[in-house]
């Protein structure tokens, strides 16, 4: 059985940095495709930051461009997000997602995502 169990989360002031960690169970290969969303109450689902974890390609939103890393570690079935100069638009709850579909980094959408982590809370005070 598949499972995605992110940790990291936690609360800072504005300009801090969380680095948040997304390690994968139960699988044998790397999912073509994996990512983080955010979401907060009464909102959809955005995409923050996708990679494409065979090419390297990686596509992220325009709010957190600049300010966000992702990256990934075969070896370790892990998926990272490098979060600094953090805002208080940032606060929600952030999920990792992965899917073994193909994966166009800039179009994939929550929907294509059959895996989901249960969430970690990121707060950001201002």
């Known amino acids: 059985q598949v499972q995605l169990v992110e940790s990291g989360g936690g609360s800072v002031q504005a300009g ?14 790397t999912p073509n495709c994996m990512g ?38 075969n070896a370790k079935k892990a998926l990272y997000l490098q979060m600094n100069s953090l805002k208080p638009e940032d606060t929600a709850m952030y999920y990792c997602a992965a899917t073994y579909k193909s994966c166009d980094v800039m179009k994939i959408t929550a929907t294509t995502f059959g895996y989901w982590g249960q969430g970690t809370q990121v707060t950001v005070s201002s």
Request: aromatic content about 16%.
């Open 16 to 29: 801090g940095s969380l680095r948040l960690s997304c390690v994968v169970f139960g699988i044998t290969y």
């Open 36 to 73: 983080w969303f955010r979401q907060t109450p009464g909102k959809e689902r955005d995409r923050v930051a996708t990679i494409w974890t065979a090419g390297g390609s990686i596509y992220y939103s325009d709010s957190v461009k600049g300010r966000f890393t992702i990256s990934h570690d």
